[in-house]
């Protein structure tokens, strides 16, 4: 027991000094904010135009799913207990609203 514990120590140290020998640091070259910031104003126009005719829709339409689920759920819920419950529908409500005024305004702010 004692023997393959001490092989799997060394196998251990091995890899460790494995690693640290073959680790090679990187340094930026230039000045990688000003590339940052071509690379997004170069793409920025076809990221925009992806976010609001694909990633905003679908995202509408499945808040606008869970908030007519929600409402029905609550509904039913309000029929069988006599208590309406308001904060779910409420809260699914609010982000469908933030996320269909959102192309208007998310681009200024980024």
């Not at 090679?24 to 910031?37: L, R, S, T």
């Not at 207990?81 to 904060?87: D, I, N, T």
Request: glycine content about 4%.
């Amino acid at each position: 027991m004692k023997k393959k514990s001490l092989r799997i120590l060394a196998c251990a140290m091995m890899m460790a000094l494995l690693v640290c020998v073959s680790a090679v640091p990187a340094f930026a070259a230039g000045d990688v904010a000003g590339a940052i910031e071509q690379t997004w104003t170069t793409a920025k126009t076809q990221i925009q135009t992806v976010v609001n005719n694909v990633v905003f829709p679908v995202v509408d339409m499945v808040l606008a799913i869970l908030f007519f689920v929600k409402v029905g759920t609550a509904y039913f819920d309000y029929r069988k207990h006599g208590q309406f419950e308001f904060a779910a529908p409420c809260i699914l409500f609010a982000c469908l609203i933030f996320t269909l005024t959102a192309p208007l305004y998310i681009w200024t702010i980024l």
